[in-house]
């Protein structure tokens, strides 16, 4: 791959303003680094992409879809959560949870959740339990980010891969890159502006060509690149905002926290150009979905 490409992440302008939209094609990746190991250990110069050198191991949960090559720079690691073994045992839990779909355990073996957790807390990456990221945020527990993705990919035959979706709070970056290995395009908004930095230096070094972050208000959704195959929202509200209804393709799912002390993971689904149905999944606890940027 040449280094002479675009800074990431790509500008909305750069698939918008008239011109046809192309589905992405997924490009080799490199193993996210979290803002403190990218200050560390990671440099850019002359906005030249990151060289990876050593592969990671391939995922081996059935029916990945081998969309990417991920690889990682050689760095020195002596935190055992660096081990393919540690998250091969994260993903073997989460499918006893329930989790069936192949694509998405593989997705999920293949992105090192230590990666996008601040060292102080690396020991505790692989544990099924939201962790904190700052500005009153968490990074969801892996149970949960792999059964939303499962229950919006529902409409997707086994083994398929989802087209353009949309993830309402980007947060660390973790499920959009999860999700990069899901769908052929994914786009991610994130209205808390340090938080959408963080999620940039995690990914810059990445070369996820399918992959746009946006900072805005998640609540208005992206509806110049509507209609999306799939929704995901990372917060929860007392319902879902009309407009990221609107921007759902017909016969796609949004799959969403809803309520305020008690929350419920629902799916909907467009049935039609005005008609959507709904569906509870199961009880969930997320940080309260809000308006505006900060």
Request: charged residues 15%; contains cysteine; glycine residues 8%.
């Amino acid at each position: 791959m040449s280094d002479r490409r675009s800074t990431f992440p790509l500008p909305l302008s750069s698939v918008t303003g008239g011109v046809e939209r192309r589905q992405a094609t997924p490009a080799p990746v490199a193993t996210p680094q979290t803002a403190t190991r990218n200050a560390a250990h990671t440099a850019v110069k002359g906005g030249a992409a990151l060289q990876p050198q050593a592969p990671l191991p391939s995922p081996r949960a059935p029916g990945y879809a081998q969309s990417h090559t991920p690889s990682a720079p050689s760095v020195q690691r002596s935190d055992m959560m660096a081990s393919e073994a540690v998250r091969r045992a994260m993903v073997a839990r989460v499918a006893r949870q329930g989790v069936k779909d192949g694509v998405v355990l593989g997705a999920m073996e293949a992105v090192p959740r230590h990666l996008f957790i601040e060292p102080a807390l690396s020991a505790q990456a692989y544990i099924d339990a939201s962790l904190p990221i700052g500005h009153n945020q968490t990074i969801s527990q892996p149970y949960i980010v792999a059964r939303m993705i499962e229950a919006m990919k529902a409409s997707i035959p086994a083994g398929g891969q989802l087209g353009r979706v949309l993830e309402i709070g980007t947060g660390c970056g973790y499920q959009a890159a999860v999700l990069s290995f899901v769908a052929r395009e994914v786009y991610s908004i994130e209205r808390i502006k340090p938080l959408h930095e963080l999620a940039k230096n995690n990914l810059r070094p990445l070369r996820i060509s399918n992959l746009r972050l946006q900072y805005g208000d998640g609540m208005l959704g992206l509806p110049q690149v509507a209609p999306f195959d799939g929704i995901i929202l990372a917060a929860a509200g007392l319902e879902v905002p009309r407009a990221l209804l609107e921007q759902l393709a017909i016969g796609a799912h949004l799959v969403a926290p809803v309520g305020a002390q008690v929350q419920h993971l629902q799916r909907i689904t467009r049935t039609g150009k005005s008609e959507w149905a709904s569906e509870t999944l199961e009880a969930c606890h997320f940080v309260p979905l809000r308006p505006g940027t900060v």
